[in-house]
């Protein structure tokens, strides 16, 4: 049971992180109502499992100089990742656009603080 249950609360739990991101920051904007919920929380899911790890063990020493604050460019890079592979795979009528670089940096602090609070209630 736990097999299957996790996985699909993960998802669930990475759309509600989606959700609550394209709410609070207003200017990112998405198509696909649900299904880009479903299929952004699983690519979301596959990038933190396969790619946050490898960039956190290779971003070690500006963690530790930056007291954690490249966690950001992190979480940066994270967004950037789901909206490519958004683009890439095209998906029907599933899109995500952040406008410029400072849509990034503040969906990135809210998709960290989001995160956050998530890990905290779990």
């Excluded at 919920?37 to 933190?48: A, D, P, S, T």
Aim: hydrophobic share 65%; net charge positive.
């Amino acid at each position: 049971m736990n097999l299957i249950f996790k996985p699909v609360f993960r998802i669930l739990l990475n759309a509600g992180v989606l959700y609550l991101l394209t709410k609070l920051v207003t200017t990112i904007s998405f198509t696909g109502d649900w299904k880009f919920f479903v299929i952004g929380g699983i690519v979301l899911g596959l990038i933190n499992v396969l790619i946050k790890p490898v960039m956190k063990l290779l971003s070690l020493p500006a963690m530790f100089i930056t007291g954690g604050i490249f966690m950001i460019v992190i979480n940066m890079a994270v967004l950037w990742f789901l909206q490519y592979f958004i683009a890439v795979i095209k998906f029907q009528d599933v899109t995500l656009s952040f406008p410029n670089f400072t849509t990034y940096a503040i969906g990135a602090v809210v998709f960290g603080l989001i995160n956050w609070a998530a890990g905290l209630i779990i």
